[in-house]
């Protein structure tokens, strides 16, 4: 009964480098979403997909910054040229059937330094 | 535009006493509401809901209240115990999950 699995945990990068965060869903569920969390900071809502398809992207940086979650295998957020800005936790989440009072669940996060 | 607040960044409680965590929001769209938890290094837990048709929604030592007038809603626990120590996180959504809004979050810190 996995949950939503994240990974890696820890990703360090030096900045101008690509950094690539994974995520598979929970079983059943088609909805998935980014979150990022900066030091001292609340979740900020990025993107929102399903499958070959970005719903909502409003939460996301217009430049350097992209998501996808393809037909088969996770979702992946992709960070270009990373800047020493970017270093956060990010929290993918999903979530089945959307109507209204679907709960989100949400993976361990993974945590990007760009050094 | 922060649609949801929490106001208080901490709360110290101590342990056996109630621990109310507050939550303020702007957008009248929002329909429902929950309450994560979250440890260091961990992802949010979900913890609680609520849905706009209601007021209250109890779950063991948790109780969240909605006042849809205020725009308000908080999060009870009682008894506090130390594993409770956490950052609490209010969230909102309208309709569908697309656009789901966190608070900054609340650390509760209940001492033993």
């Known amino acids: 009964n996995a949950g939503v699995m994240q990974n890696p945990r820890h990703l360090v990068r030096r900045r101008g480098q690509e950094a690539r965060l994974r995520c598979s869903p929970m079983k059943g569920h088609s909805h998935v979403y980014w979150y990022r969390q900066l030091p001292e900071e609340g979740l900020k809502f990025m993107v929102y997909?399903?499958?070959?398809?970005?719903?909502?992207e409003s939460g996301m940086p217009k430049e350097r910054f992209s998501a996808e979650f393809p037909k088969e295998g996770p979702s992946i957020l992709r960070i270009q040229q990373v800047v020493r800005g970017d270093s956060a936790a990010y929290f993918c989440a999903s979530s089945g059937i959307i109507n209204s009072g679907n709960t989100i669940y949400f993976g361990e996060g993974s945590w990007l330094t760009v050094v | 535009d922060q649609q949801v607040k929490q106001n208080s960044p901490s709360l110290s409680v101590q342990e056996g006493r109630i621990s109310i965590l507050n939550c303020d929001y702007t957008?009248?769209?929002?329909?429902?509401f929950l309450w994560y938890k979250k440890y260091p290094a961990e992802g949010p837990t979900f913890l609680i809901s609520?849905?706009?048709?209601?007021d209250k929604n109890e779950d063991g030592r948790f109780t969240v209240f909605l006042n849809k007038s205020a725009k308000h809603l908080s999060l009870h626990i009682v008894p506090s115990q130390p594993g409770d120590s956490a950052v609490y996180f209010c969230?909102?959504?309208?309709?569908?999950?697309?656009?789901?809004?966190f608070g900054a979050g609340t650390r509760l810190t209940v001492k033993p």
């Open positions: 957008n009248s769209m929002f329909d429902y």
């Open positions: 997909l399903q499958k070959e398809n970005i719903i909502d």
């Open positions: 969230a909102a959504s309208a309709g569908n999950n697309n656009d789901m809004r």
């Open positions: 609520i849905s706009s048709i209601k």
